[in-house]
C-alpha cells in the first residue's frame, strides 16, 4: 500500500503526519507500506519513519546515476542516500504535464535498479482510450515501450502500478470488476513477455480515487496486489484504515 503525495505538505506537515500515522498502523504486519512526499519532505519522513514498518519512496528520479548538470533532477542514487527504498515512476501526471515518454520510463526504472531502489511503475489509460475501447492497447503500448525492455532479473524487482487516468483525483473510482480486467490484462502482457513465474510473483497496485470505503471491493480482486493511494494518503486516519486494510 503506497501513499503518493504529489505536491503536498511541508517539513512540518510530514513530521505531524508520521506522528499521527505509525501508532495507528504499529500493528500491522500484514502488507509493506511506504509514503512518497515531495523531495524536500524525505529527510523529515524518513527520519519520522526511523524504526518503524514504513517505507519512504521518491515521486520521481534521473534515467542515471552518474551526477550532472541536469537542473531540478535528482538521481535514485541520491534518493537511496537520502533513505529511500522506494520511487514512483511514470506517473500519469508527469506523462500529461512533463513530457515522460514509454522511453524515459525504462530508462528511469533501470536507474532506480540499479539504486537499488523498488521503482513502482505507472500505467494507465485516459478516458477517451477507454471510450475508444483502446484501454488494453494503451497498457500494452505502455508496458512494451517502458516495462518489456527491462531483463527478467530487472522485471523481478519493480513493482507495477494500474492507474486509469479518469480515475485520479476525480472521486470516479473504477469498478472493482474494471480494474480487475485491466489487472488481468496487464499479468497477461507480463506472462507473455517473462513468463508464469514472474507473471505470479509481479505485485500491481490499482491507483485512483481509493479510500478506506473501497480498498475492500478492490483489493477482492484476485489481480489486485495493493493500492497506490494519492488524496486519501494526506490523512493519516484514511492511510491507516488502508493499510490496516
Ligand atoms: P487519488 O487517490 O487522489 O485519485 O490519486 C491516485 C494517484 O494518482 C496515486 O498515484
Redesign the pocket.
Known sequence: MAG?W?MFKTPAETKDFFAKFLPLVAGSTHADFAICPPFVNIPAAVEAAAGSRAGIGGQNCYWQNKEGAFTGEVTPAMLKAAGCAYV?IG???RRQFFGETDETVLGRTKAALEAGLIPMV?VGEMLADREAGKTNEVLATQFNGGIAGLTPEEFSRIVI?Y?PVW????GKVATPEMAGDAHKSIRALVEAKFGKNAAAAVRILY????KPDNVKGLMAQPDIDGA??????LKPEDFAAIVNF
Do not use: D, F, P
Open positions: 503518493n504529489k514512483i506517473h500519469s501526471e505507472c502500478a492507474e480515475a485520479i483525483g476525480t491507483g485512483g480515487s481509493v497506490l493511494v494519492g488524496g486519501a494518503a
